[in-house]
C-alpha cells in the first residue's frame, strides 16, 4: 500500500527556515519521481520541486531557485524540502507526490497530472 506523509510544516516568521519531510512506504521512493507541490487558498496547485529517480537530479519553480533544496535519504525512504528565507508569499499547503507510473519526463515535473498518489499535506505560514 503506497502511502506518503509530510511533516515539519508550522508557523515562521520572514526570512526563517523550515524542513518539510515526505515519508514513503509502500514503495522505494529512489525508483520514482517524488515532486513537492504547493497550494495558496484560492490559487492553483504549484509545482515547487523534484527530485528523478535515476541520478537524483534536482528541478525548482523560479519562485524557490536558490532558497529551497530538495534532497533524499534512501536509507530512511524519506524526501526532504529546505527552505531557506521564506517569505510571506511561501505560505500554502506543501504535498509530496509519487509518479508511480514513469510518466513524468524532465521537463515535465511541475505537472501535478502526472503524479498518482500524493500526502495529505503540511500548512506552512510564514508571518510576522
Known amino acids: 500500500h503506497v502511502r506518503l506523509v509530510e511533516s515539519g510544516g508550522g508557523l515562521v516568521q520572514p526570512g526563517g527556515s523550515l524542513r518539510l519531510s515526505c515519508a514513503a512506504s509502500?514503495?522505494?521512493?529512489?525508483?520514482?519521481?517524488i515532486g513537492w507541490f504547493r497550494q495558496a487558498p484560492g490559487k492553483e496547485r504549484e509545482g515547487v520541486s523534484c527530485?528523478?529517480?535515476?541520478?537524483?537530479?534536482?528541478y525548482y519553480s523560479d519562485s524557490v531557485k536558490g532558497r529551497f533544496t530538495i534532497s533524499r535519504d534512501n536509507a530512511k525512504n524519506t524526501v526532504y524540502l529546505q527552505m531557506n528565507s521564506l517569505k510571506p508569499e511561501d505560505t500554502a499547503v506543501y504535498y509530496c507526490?509519487?509518479?508511480?507510473?514513469?510518466?513524468?519526463?524532465?521537463?515535465?515535473?511541475?505537472?501535478?497530472?502526472?503524479?498518482?498518489?500524493w500526502g495529505q499535506g503540511t500548512q506552512v505560514t510564514v508571518s510576522s
Open positions: 509502500g514503495f522505494a521512493l529512489d525508483y520514482y519521481y
Open positions: 527530485i528523478s529517480s535515476s541520478d537524483g537530479s534536482t
Open positions: 507526490a509519487v509518479d508511480l507510473f514513469g510518466a513524468i519526463t524532465g521537463s515535465s515535473w511541475y505537472r501535478s497530472d502526472e503524479y498518482d498518489s
